[in-house]
């Protein structure tokens, strides 16, 4: 496993020769290309990378990855215990505590071992499955083995894109096989969470800068469609990334509205540590001042801290509102899942079929 050396690919870009690790916040603000970890629980990880040029991701190479088999996925809430926390939330919106919050569970599998730098696991091989099964505009890889950071996303979702002092985020909030599927509790969803990342950005954006360029635009992706806004300003005089990643994070798109009602219902119903997944997963050139992170979503990482040895990891979830009906949520989360599952665990008709499935 540590044969395998550090390296961040996004963008069309490849940074290795791996300079400094530090979970400093304003080191972003200094010099260097950086790639970029927070989990959702708050754990940052920024490394600097001394070699950053361009290489498109390579075409899959046979045996390079070694996915865990398609019927040993488990979840950290099945189906009873997630439609029962879709009816617990009902039941604080109902009290008036909250009006939206994100429900979601972690998958994992075991990683079968196999020869090599990496064991057949090396998370840069899955990034580039992704890349022909799932192809995403934040797709990337973050491999950092010696400081527990393992990560391979498809994430459709921007956090915060950054140039110079101008800030964007692109909730997403609606999902659906077809535009169809979408109802109006998802349009509602969505402007609620607009209004919440709006909210973010102005406790550090200047007074009377922050817009929203687009409210609830369509957006297809493989097997499924979303509907997508943005949220733009201008940082005000003496913010930088500490202030921003303090006044945004985590994202409001997979928390909730109010944010601190939403954290605490997440805390109460939610079994497991959602880690990459919900958090931050991107770069930032600071010599440019440009930056592009993603929500994590959509992502695999991989945890060798278990006791039976290293697993792969996926989270799913949905936006709970009041209009949420549980079993539909419960098949979200499913339709969110089952394509990327099938990538991950190297099935023969990853390409192609985008039936769900039922995991156990």
């Not at 950092?144 to 459709?156: C, W």
């Not at 909730?171 to 998802?186: C, M, S, V, Y």
Request: net charge negative; with cysteine.
């Amino acid at each position: 496993m540590h044969d395998l050396p550090p390296l961040a690919r996004f963008g069309g870009l490849l940074a290795t020769d791996l300079r400094d690790v530090t979970s400093d916040p304003g080191a972003l603000d200094s010099a260097g290309f950086w790639a970029v970890t927070a989990d959702f629980e708050g754990r940052l990880v920024c490394a600097r990378f001394g070699d950053v040029r361009p290489d498109p991701v390579p075409a899959p190479v046979p045996g390079a990855w070694r996915g865990p088999d398609s019927d040993r996925w488990t979840s950290s809430l099945g189906r009873d215990a997630y439609v029962a926390g879709v009816r617990r939330i009902r039941e604080h919106i109902e009290a008036g505590e909250v009006y939206q919050a994100n429900l979601c569970r972690v998958m994992s599998a075991p990683l079968p071992e196999g020869p090599g730098p990496g064991g057949g696991a090396d998370v840069d091989a899955l990034t580039a499955l992704l890349a022909r099964g799932n192809p995403a505009p934040y797709a990337g890889t973050i491999r950092l083995p010696a400081h527990g950071v393992e990560i391979a996303t498809a994430s459709p979702e921007l956090y915060l894109r950054r140039s110079g002092r101008r800030v964007e985020s692109g909730p997403i909030k609606g999902t659906g096989r077809t535009a169809a599927d979408l109802l109006p509790k998802d349009h509602a969803e969505n402007v609620m969470i607009v209004d919440l990342v709006r909210n973010d950005l102005g406790r550090v954006c200047a007074t009377g800068s922050v817009t929203v360029p687009e409210l609830c635009a369509l957006e297809e992706h493989p097997g499924l469609v979303h509907l997508v806004s943005t949220v733009a300003g201008e940082l005000a005089d003496g913010a930088g990334w500490p202030e921003l990643l303090a006044a945004t994070f985590p994202p409001g798109s997979v928390t909730g509205a109010p944010k601190s009602s939403a954290l605490r219902i997440i805390e109460a119903l939610e079994t497991a540590p959602r880690g990459p997944y919900c958090g931050g997963i991107g770069w930032v050139d600071a010599d440019r001042g440009t930056a592009e992170l993603a929500v994590g979503i959509r992502t695999f990482w991989i945890d060798r801290r278990t006791p039976d040895g290293p697993r792969l990891c996926f989270g799913t979830g949905a936006g709970i509102t009041w209009g949420s009906d549980p079993d539909r949520e419960w098949a979200e989360t499913e339709l969110k899942a089952a394509r990327l599952l099938r990538v991950a665990s190297g099935a023969n008709d990853a390409y192609a079929n985008d039936s769900g499935r039922t995991v156990r």
